[in-house]
C-alpha cells in the first residue's frame, strides 16, 4: 500500500474518461505522472498524487499531433506562430508542409525547429524557394525543382524531414504538373520517404493523379469543395478507394480554402475518413475558419464521424506517419512521454468551412495541457466573440 503521508506521483488527472486509441483505452481512469513521464494509468490513483487536477465531465487525451500545418513564421506570408497556434491549444508535435524548402531550410530548422518548444518535423517542398507566398507559384519555374539540394537537405537532417510536399494546384505547376511530379516522385523514392500531394484544381480530374502515386503517399485536402476531388455525386470516386487500398493515404487539411461541409458529408456518409486528420494552419487561417486542430476535430465529429476515430487520426496516425510514435508521441503509455490534452466539450457554436458553408457544433475546448510534464497554458478559442 502507498504512503499516503509521502505523495507517490508529482501529479494526477482524475475522474475523466481517458481515450488513448492507440490502445483502445476509453474509460474512466486515472493518469498519474512523475517528471516527464507516465507512471500509472489505473483506477483511484488520486489520493497518492502531490497534485490533482479534477477532469470530470471532460475526455483525457494523447497530445495532440498536428499532421499538416504552415509554422515559418517571419520568412513565410503563411507561417503561423508555431507555439501559440498549436501547442497552447493542445498540439505537442507538428509537422510543417512545405512551407520551407532546400534555399529556407537553415532559417526553418534554426526560428521553428531548434526555437518551439515543441517537436516539428517538416515535408520540405520540392521546390527550393518553399512556400514563402501564397500569391506566386513555387513551381511555375520548373528549374526550382533542384533534386540534389533537396536530397542534400533530406539526407542532412533525418530528424526532421520526413517527407516532400508538391503543390498541384494548376496557379502552382502551370501545365507541367505530370513531369513535375514524376520528378518529385522519384526523388522521394530516392530518399525513401513518402509525397504529400496538394490537390484541388488540379488539371487533371484527381484519378490521373492517384495513378501515379505509391502506398505511403499522402494527399492533402481530400475534403476539397475545388474542382477535380473525391467525390462523384454522393458517392466516392473508385480510383480513390482503389489508392486507399494500395496504401495511398488521405490528409483533410482543411486550411483557408480547402474544406467543404458538403464535401466532408457526403464522404463520410459513404464511409470515407481521412487517414490523417489535420487543421492546415496558417496565417491566413488560424483566426478563421480554421481556428486550431481541435475545432477541426469538432467539425467533423459534427458532420457524422466518431469522436474515438477523429482522435485516432489526430494522434496515433500522423505520429505513425511521420515517424514519431518511436519517440513516444500520439499516446498514453506508462513509462512514455506525460503529452496529455484534457478536452471539455462547449456549447454549440456557428463553425465555418472553406467553401462558404457553415455548421452548428459542440466545439472542442483544451482545459488542461501537459507537454513533456510541464503544464502548458493555454489561449481562449480565437474564434470567441471580442
Same mark, same amino acid.
Given at each position: 500500500?502507498?504512503?499516503?503521508?509521502?505523495?507517490?506521483?508529482?501529479?494526477?488527472?482524475?475522474?475523466?474518461?481517458?481515450?488513448?486509441?492507440?490502445?483502445?483505452? #476509453?474509460?474512466?481512469?486515472?493518469?498519474?505522472?512523475?517528471?516527464?513521464?507516465?507512471?500509472?494509468?489505473?483506477?483511484?490513483?488520486?489520493?497518492? !498524487?502531490?497534485?490533482?487536477?479534477? =477532469?470530470?465531465?471532460?475526455?483525457?487525451?494523447?497530445?495532440?499531433?498536428?499532421?499538416?500545418?504552415?509554422?515559418?513564421?517571419?520568412?513565410?506570408?503563411?507561417?503561423?506562430?508555431?507555439?501559440?497556434?498549436?501547442?497552447?491549444?493542445?498540439?505537442?508535435?507538428?509537422?510543417?508542409?512545405?512551407?520551407?524548402? +532546400?534555399?529556407?531550410? @537553415?532559417?526553418?530548422?534554426?526560428?521553428?525547429?531548434?526555437?518551439?518548444?515543441?517537436?516539428?518535423?517538416?515535408?520540405?517542398?520540392?521546390?527550393?524557394?518553399?512556400?514563402?507566398?501564397?500569391?506566386?507559384? @513555387?513551381?511555375? #519555374?520548373?528549374?526550382?525543382?533542384?533534386?540534389?539540394?533537396?536530397?542534400?537537405?533530406?539526407?542532412? #537532417?533525418?530528424?526532421?524531414?520526413?517527407?516532400?510536399?508538391?503543390?498541384?494546384?494548376?496557379?502552382?505547376?502551370?501545365?507541367?504538373? @505530370?513531369?513535375?511530379?514524376?520528378?518529385?516522385?522519384?526523388?522521394?523514392?530516392?530518399?525513401?520517404?513518402?509525397?504529400?500531394?496538394?490537390?484541388?484544381?488540379?488539371?487533371?480530374?484527381?484519378?490521373?493523379?492517384?495513378?501515379?502515386?505509391?502506398?505511403?503517399?499522402?494527399?492533402?485536402? =481530400?475534403?476539397?469543395?475545388?474542382?477535380?476531388?473525391?467525390?462523384?455525386?454522393?458517392?466516392?470516386?473508385?480510383?480513390?478507394?482503389?489508392?486507399?487500398?494500395?496504401?495511398?493515404?488521405?490528409?483533410?487539411?482543411?486550411?483557408?480554402?480547402?474544406?467543404?461541409?458538403?464535401?466532408?458529408?457526403? +464522404?463520410?456518409?459513404?464511409?470515407?475518413?481521412?487517414?490523417?486528420?489535420?487543421?492546415?494552419?496558417?496565417?491566413? #487561417?488560424?483566426?478563421?475558419?480554421?481556428?486550431?486542430?481541435?475545432?477541426?476535430?469538432?467539425?467533423?465529429?459534427?458532420?457524422?464521424?466518431?469522436?474515438?476515430?477523429?482522435?485516432?487520426?489526430?494522434?496515433?496516425?500522423?505520429?505513425?506517419?511521420?515517424?514519431?510514435? !518511436?519517440? !513516444?508521441?500520439?499516446?498514453?503509455?506508462?513509462?512514455?512521454?506525460?503529452?496529455?490534452?484534457?478536452?471539455?466539450?462547449?456549447?454549440?457554436?456557428?463553425?465555418?468551412?472553406?467553401?462558404?458553408?457553415?455548421?452548428?457544433?459542440?466545439?472542442?475546448?483544451?482545459?488542461?495541457?501537459?507537454?513533456?510534464?510541464?503544464?502548458?497554458?493555454?489561449?481562449?478559442?480565437? !474564434?470567441?466573440?471580442?
Amino acid at each position: 500500500m502507498p504512503d499516503h503521508d509521502q505523495p507517490t506521483y508529482d501529479l494526477v488527472l482524475t475522474r475523466g474518461t481517458v481515450l488513448d486509441p492507440a490502445s483502445g483505452t #476509453n474509460a474512466r481512469v486515472d493518469i498519474a505522472i512523475t517528471g516527464s513521464t507516465i507512471a500509472a494509468i489505473g483506477p483511484d490513483l488520486a489520493a497518492s !498524487g502531490a497534485r490533482v487536477v479534477d =477532469c470530470s465531465g471532460s475526455t483525457v487525451l494523447p497530445g495532440l499531433v498536428e499532421g499538416h500545418t504552415h509554422i515559418f513564421q517571419h520568412v513565410s506570408k503563411v507561417g503561423a506562430p508555431a507555439e501559440e497556434a498549436h501547442l497552447r491549444r493542445g498540439v505537442v508535435a507538428a509537422a510543417d508542409a512545405g512551407t520551407a524548402g +532546400a534555399s529556407t531550410f @537553415e532559417a526553418f530548422r534554426k526560428l521553428v525547429v531548434d526555437g518551439t518548444d515543441m517537436r516539428i518535423v517538416s515535408f520540405l517542398n520540392v521546390s527550393v524557394l518553399g512556400l514563402i507566398d501564397f500569391r506566386f507559384g @513555387e513551381l511555375l #519555374n520548373p528549374d526550382t525543382l533542384v533534386v540534389d539540394d533537396a536530397l542534400a537537405v533530406a539526407s542532412a #537532417n533525418p530528424d526532421v524531414v520526413r517527407g516532400f510536399k508538391i503543390r498541384l494546384s494548376e496557379d502552382v505547376v502551370g501545365e507541367q504538373w @505530370e513531369s513535375l511530379l514524376k520528378k518529385s516522385l522519384a526523388l522521394s523514392e530516392q530518399a525513401g520517404l513518402p509525397l504529400m500531394v496538394h490537390i484541388g484544381e488540379t488539371a487533371e480530374p484527381l484519378p490521373a493523379v492517384l495513378e501515379h502515386l505509391r502506398p505511403g503517399d499522402v494527399v492533402a485536402h =481530400c475534403y476539397t469543395g475545388k474542382p477535380h476531388g473525391i467525390l462523384d455525386g454522393d458517392r466516392v470516386l473508385p480510383a480513390v478507394l482503389k489508392a486507399r487500398e494500395r496504401g495511398v493515404l488521405f490528409d483533410s487539411a482543411h486550411g483557408k480554402s480547402n474544406l467543404s461541409f458538403e464535401v466532408a458529408r457526403r +464522404a463520410i456518409a459513404d464511409g470515407f475518413l481521412p487517414d490523417v486528420l489535420s487543421s492546415d494552419t496558417s496565417a491566413r #487561417n488560424w483566426r478563421g475558419p480554421v481556428f486550431d486542430l481541435l475545432t477541426s476535430i469538432a467539425k467533423l465529429v459534427a458532420l457524422g464521424a466518431p469522436l474515438d476515430e477523429c482522435v485516432r487520426r489526430a494522434t496515433v496516425a500522423p505520429a505513425q506517419l511521420l515517424r514519431l510514435d !518511436g519517440e !513516444g508521441y500520439g499516446r498514453l503509455t506508462v513509462g512514455g512521454r506525460a503529452d496529455v490534452t484534457v478536452v471539455t466539450q462547449t456549447d454549440e457554436v456557428m463553425l465555418p468551412d472553406a467553401a462558404g458553408g457553415s455548421i452548428l457544433a459542440p466545439r472542442l475546448e483544451p482545459t488542461f495541457v501537459l507537454h513533456n510534464g510541464a503544464v502548458v497554458e493555454t489561449v481562449p478559442w480565437r !474564434g470567441a466573440p471580442a
